[in-house]
RNA sequence: GCGGGCGUGGUGAAAUUGGUAGACACGCUAGACUUAGGAUCUAGUGCCGCAAGGUGUGAAGGUUCGAGUCCUUUCGCCCGCACCA
């Protein structure tokens, strides 16, 4: 369509001037919510990687409509976030002034995809009539504690009205700490100490706790937002450190999240994640009594079935009782390591793994059961914040105990049958338990459950459950967030009311903490409540906006609450959500926590927020680099090192260490920032490898080179290195090799994220101009299955361009012809497979399936309304104008979304299912259908009857008839 | 180490319950046409071979009349978790 500039445009005013797509909040029709991960709004706007989520669930939701459901498919923006907040710090700019520019533009790039938003709902996080709510569910969660035995967050009124009657009696609630007062006590209890004790069972609560703390961002952070010792975001360290806190006790939850899952259609992989995060254990926890000290080492250990294995136990260097227990004769040797581990950073301990290390306390456990003395050690394998912080050591069957008695020269003990003990730890959970008194013969899964009735007879521990999940940080000491409605009085937290909601931002002079180390909103002059109680200065983190915005597109414009009940309950959930799965253990399991608590306290009626859920691959872009042959380069990233000392930077052709690398970062020159990168990681492993002068690749991007050197004209084409030798790349007149003022370079191309700094971004308003916007949805569908990651390639869309030509040229010589059986046939095929593939996701086929019906019907030069129209409103989900435009070509009024799917017909179908008859063994094979009630004697017949099958069973009998599920039957004859 | 996923042409990929492997598209080759295009049309294109034919879904076995698909073993890649007791 030459002119699909104008007709996109025509399209979208009309459906933006008729409302098209506005859900109903009540309809006689069956609800259908369809839904996408709202973006950050981010100053470098869209790339053709962000729409394909919303152009494939677009198509679902277009899709749904026809089929007759009543669709809510919304849009907004998750407009809280870090890069306004840094631009804001740069620039003194308001953060708010950043987002809302960078969300005209999105809204300018997304509206030309052509979506079927219903924009009236739109919804942004940083919104004062928006996160009025979210402060409102903070406020509920504060309000809240968990009951174990209810299994639900209830009202904290109910909590104080318990320990008002009985104390701590009969209590079953989730907490810090277990605590124990009777009710008299409670009553005698002050306002400060009640507030303190109460902290210890509400679901958001303010604690003193470790923290991640990134010094670099000056914040704290969830575990999520933390990969590999450094912040997810900007790659900054991050240490471990002390200080109060709000939290949010998702760890209550951990049983529903993990037991919700059975209930969700989500992919495996993205369950998997989850069940990993919440890693639940089952185990016991076992007192060993400390000799000749009225203490215990409770450990907690999933494989109870081994206590007559264990020879030492081991503790955390943290642990409390390290001081308590160590002898007079250990005790210099104790509280040097202890002071040793204390410096090591987080990271620096999750890295070292290999080193073994250790000190022996001098003190022993008695063996509960064995009665033997056994010698206490402490260890930084043993982790503080992990079950009790203690081990018991069985390094007959655990690898990591067999490496500390190995190499302590401690004893091992071969309680399960099976391996050589003395060489590897058996961890395997299976074989026959042996030397362990009442435990002996039996097998391991036997044993465990004898074990744990055991110990709970003696009275020494309990079987238990340990779940990873910690509690979630929620205070950021950052500016632009959703203030937490907390004020003090006396130094006790209390909310807001509802009626002093929202909490808006204050103005501040900068973004930044104070001098003394606030967060920025200490800055506000004014940040206290009108009887001069100070307000809470930490903001929420960037996930609390995002953890219920589903719910308020259900009721968007509400002023009196975050949506009406009767609202919710039309809508219920998220029928089907469409995002990235880098949100695994973030967003999605704050917001299934979130809602499992809302439908609790009885604002909400379903238990999971989203039911089915589909990732979407990422879009990678493809770049060209330069490589070139440095003769000699060298990098160390710790210059006190003595290695480093042996080399003279004047030796190497490009030299690099850890501050001249920080000071080109600094200059934010790009260029050599990227270099250096790569020259970090290539040579580093180099190093690591003990090769300090081998040659190295250095990888630029073209124009870098350009810099450099001034010979980039001499390169043609860019080619793949990796596959051709260099003569035959220089036969082909494309030089990807050559050779420049004494340096060798090679081209070639890679497959990376999309971003900006890597220039391989490829922008969707240049697709939607020159191939208007039908096209380019159908691309990012065609390009390969939803769920995978793939490169983007232009070339490959003129392809989908042609077909939408083909099509239209289809309707030049349109007429009222009857169809022939074929060109029926084709229509029919058609439906049926984009009807089937658009039910399991599979976009790309449908794709093909179009492509597939229009090629056959140009063949057959037909023009036929019969054939088209059903094919316009097949079409439509994908290539909304195109449809629309034929619609109207046909003679109809606009709007062909109104219409029901076409459903393909049976009867132009059941032909197909004879196939083409196979030989073998002097057999004959094929399928045919018959009518769906026949038995075996009933199939022969007709088989034998149809005239179609008659040419494969004249003179042969019927060998095998195998039923297929439908009304298909395989016949082998011979 | 534990868990999840995946291996098919030059490329992205198809292949209903096991039934003519490579549909569809890109790319490439040749040709046609033309006011030379990022246009259109025709033919070809897994690999080996002039051909007949052979061969082919990471590898090796197995089940079956028949395996890309099911089973066993193995190799390789990607993702998640991780001194988690």
């Known amino acids: 369509m030459e002119n699909h500039r104008e007709i996109d445009q025509k399209w979208q005013q009309y459906w933006a001037a008729n409302n098209t797509y506005a859900a109903e909040d009540h309809s006689s029709k069956p609800k259908f919510y369809v839904l996408d991960m709202f973006p950050y709004p981010s100053g470098a706007g869209l790339h053709v990687g962000h729409p394909l989520g919303y152009i494939a669930s677009d198509i679902y939701a277009r899709y749904k409509r026809h089929k007759g459901f009543n669709v809510l498919h919304p849009m907004g923006y998750d407009s809280f976030g870090l890069p306004a907040e840094q631009y804001a710090i740069q620039t003194g700019q308001h953060p708010a002034i950043t987002t809302e520019a960078n969300i005209t533009r999105y809204r300018q790039q997304l509206d030309r995809i052509g979506f079927s938003f219903d924009w009236n709902r739109e919804v942004r996080t940083s919104d004062p009539k928006f996160y009025k709510w979210t402060q409102w569910i903070f406020i509920q969660l504060f309000h809240s504690w968990y009951d174990t035995e209810m299994d639900k967050a209830r009202p904290i009124q109910e909590l104080e009205a318990h320990f008002e009657a009985l104390g701590t009696a009969n209590l079953h609630a989730h907490c810090d700490e277990e605590l124990s007062f009777s009710a008299s006590e409670w009553q005698a209890k002050n306002e400060s100490e009640r507030s303190e004790i109460l902290l210890n069972y509400r679901l958001a609560y303010r604690s003193e706790s470790m923290v991640n703390w990134c010094p670099e961002l000056g914040t704290v952070l969830a575990n999520d937002e933390v990969k590999d010792g450094v912040s997810e975001r900007g790659g900054f360290p991050v240490i471990q450190k002390k200080m109060m806190q709000w939290s949010m006790r998702i760890s209550a939850y951990a049983e529903r999240l993990l037991q919700g899952l059975n209930d969700i259609e989500w992919s495996e992989a993205l369950k998997e994640t989850q069940r990993n995060w919440i890693g639940k254990s089952k185990g016991a926890s076992v007192q060993f009594a400390v000799d000749g000290h009225d203490a215990n080492v409770e450990v907690f250990t999933t494989r109870p079935d081994t206590i007559f294995g264990v020879t030492f136990m081991v503790l955390a260097p943290e642990h409390d009782l390290v001081d308590v227990i160590t002898t007079d004769e250990q005790r210099s040797e104790i509280d040097a390591y202890v002071e040793a581990a204390a410096r090591k950073s987080e990271r620096d301990r999750m890295t070292d793994t290999k080193t073994v290390s250790g000190a022996f306390t001098g003190a022993y456990v008695i063996h509960p059961f064995s009665g033997a003395k056994v010698p206490i050690w402490i260890g930084d394998y043993v982790l503080a914040n992990y079950g009790t912080g203690a081990v018991m050591a069985v390094p007959g069957h655990d690898s990591r105990d067999h490496a500390f008695a190995k190499h302590f020269d401690l004893p091992i003990v071969q309680v399960v049958e099976g391996g050589n003990i003395e060489e590897e730890a058996v961890d395997a959970k299976e074989g026959k338990v042996m030397n362990s008194d009442f435990l002996n013969g039996l097998e391991v899964k036997d044993a465990i459950a004898k074990a744990i009735s055991e110990i709970e007879a003696k009275g020494i521990g309990t079987g238990q459950t340990n779940y990873r999940l910690r509690d979630a940080i929620f205070g950021r000491q950052r500016y632009w967030g959703e203030p937490i409605p907390v004020y003090y009085e006396n130094g006790i937290p209390k909310t807001l009311s509802e009626d002093q909601l929202p909490l808006t931002l204050p103005e501040v002079d900068k973004y930044l903490p104070t001098e003394d180390g606030e967060p920025p909103l200490a800055r506000a002059t004014n940040w206290h409540t009108a009887d001069g109680h100070p307000l809470e200065t930490t903001t929420m983190p960037g996930w609390a906006g995002s953890s219920w915005y589903f719910l308020r597109y259900m009721d968007a414009g509400n002023k009196e609450e975050f949506a009406s009940s009767d609202k919710v309950n039309y809508w219920q959930n998220v029928d089907l959500y469409m995002g990235g799965s880098e949100h695994a253990t973030g967003h999605l399991l704050y917001s299934r926590f979130w809602h499992k608590f809302l439908a609790d306290r009885g604002f909400v009626n379903t238990q999971e927020p989203f039911q089915k859920l589909v990732n979407q691959g990422m879009i990678q872009g493809v770049s060209g680099y330069m490589y070139r042959v440095i003769k000699n380069a060298v990098l160390w990233t710790d210059s006190s090192s003595d290695d480093a000392t042996l080399l003279n930077p004047s030796d190497f052709d490009i030299f690099i260490d850890r501050d001249a690398q920080k000071a080109l970062i600094n200059k934010e020159d790009w260029i050599l920032e990227r270099i250096n990168k790569i020259f970090a990681e290539e040579i580093s492993e180099q190093l690591q490898g003990g090769q300090t002068r081998e040659e190295f690749k250095v990888i630029s991007k073209p124009q870098d080179v350009r810099i450099f050197n001034s010979f980039f004209d001499d390169i043609t084409d860019i080619v793949d290195t990796e596959k ?52 380019f949805r159908m691309y990012e569908m065609f390009l390969g299955p939803i769920e995978q990651s793939k490169p983007w390639d232009t070339k490959g869309i003129t392809g989908v361009s042609n077909f939408l030509r083909k099509l239209t040229r289809l309707f030049e010589n349109l007429n009222d012809d009857k169809p022939s059986a074929d060109e029926l046939k084709t229509l029919h095929k058609t439906i049926k497979k984009v009807n089937e593939d658009i039910e399991n996701f599979s976009f790309n086929t449908s794709v093909s399936a179009f492509m597939i019906c229009v090629n056959e019907l140009t063949d057959a030069k037909c023009g036929k309304r019969e054939i088209l129209e059903p094919l316009t409103i097949l079409l439509s989900p994908f290539a909304p104008h195109t449809a629309e435009e034929l619609w109207v070509k046909l003679g109809h009024e606009p709007s062909v979304t109104q219409q029901s799917y076409p459903e393909h017909n049976e009867e132009f179908l059941v032909e197909s299912s004879i196939e083409y008859p196979v030989q073998f063994n002097g057999k004959t094979r094929f399928n045919i259908a018959v009518a769906a009630d026949l038995d075996r004697k009933g199939i022969e017949e007709a088989v034998l009857a149809d005239e179609r099958s008659a040419k494969w069973t004249e003179g042969k009998t019927i060998r095998k008839v195998i039923v297929v599920p439908g009304r298909i039957v395989n016949i082998v004859v011979g």
């Open 724 to 775: 051709l030798e260099r003569e035959e790349l220089n036969n082909t007149g494309k030089r990807n090799y050559f050779i420049s003022k004494g340096s060798e370079f090679y081209a070639q191309r890679i497959v990376e994220k999309m971003s900006k700094r890597w220039g391989n971004v490829v922008n969707p308003d240049d697709m939607v101009d020159q191939y208007g916007a039908d096209v």
